[in-house]
């Protein structure tokens, strides 16, 4: 099966984040200039979401696409009404000291994850905005999140490559995986390089898939290969 495209879709500033939400209605995009863009497919209709203070990084949207979810270079956390014909947001709050890089839902839509520059990951009641837990152990910039479809457990990835498997009930830590590959330390930049850029579980919740680069020839560029490792989620060993 071949993939073509099918439309162009364009914004006046660049993009950071893009995704479909559940009902396959709309497309929504964080990018600069503090705002969501919000394209009708259908019908290519656009309509910018105005409310951050920053540029928007993280977008998640909630199991049925009620509701969406974004976090921006501010900080902050803002639950929105985006499938309203004039949307507007239903709360919002100080999710991060630093970038909100991503942000997850549980699969019963009750729980909101978020990651930060702050290293930390933190979960919020979806309805109110509410904060239940704090989970602290990254060192660094955390870059990804991400809930088990089984619900029960969270997992986190940071700029070091570093994957943390948490208990969502306790925000205790389980256990540690290595994506040691994703991460690279430039002397001549004097500077992290890489990072686990993407993240997500098959649908059954066997495999966890964590993405990059390595073996980086140019730092200031991001240029190196591409490369994806895959994990057993229940044992934790690398597949490939």
């Not at 457990?153 to 540690?176: F, N, P």
């Not at 990072?195 to 964590?210: H, K």
Request: with cysteine; glycine share 12%.
């Amino acid at each position: 099966m071949q993939t073509r495209q099918l439309k162009e879709l364009k914004h006046s500033s660049p993009l950071f984040a893009c995704r479909i939400d559940p009902t396959g209605r709309f497309a929504v995009a964080g990018a600069q200039g503090n705002l969501l863009a919000r394209w009708e497919l259908a019908t290519d209709k656009k309509t910018d979401l105005s409310g951050h203070e920053s540029w928007v990084r993280a977008v998640a949207f909630a199991p049925r696409g009620e509701t969406l979810f974004a976090g921006d270079y501010a900080g902050r956390v803002t639950c929105w009404s985006h499938a309203d014909e004039t949307p507007k947001p239903l709360w919002s709050a100080d999710g991060h000291r630093g970038w909100v890089r991503a942000a997850a839902v549980s699969p019963d839509g009750k729980l909101l994850a978020t990651a930060g520059n702050d290293g930390l990951v933190r979960l919020w009641t979806t309805e109110h905005g509410t904060p239940v837990r704090e989970m602290s152990g990254h060192d660094c910039h955390v870059y990804n999140v991400a809930f088990h479809p089984g619900g029960q457990h969270v997992v986190s990835t940071d700029l070091r490559g570093r994957v943390k498997h948490w208990d969502s009930a306790t925000g205790h830590l389980i256990r540690d995986l290595n994506a040691a590959e994703l991460y690279k330390y430039d002397n001549g930049f004097r500077a992290d390089i890489g990072g686990a850029r993407g993240m997500a579980f098959s649908p059954d919740g066997r495999y966890l898939a964590c993405s990059g680069i390595t073996e980086v020839t140019n730092a200031f560029a991001g240029v190196g290969k591409p490369i994806i490792v895959l994990f057993d989620w229940y044992t934790g060993q690398r597949k490939h």
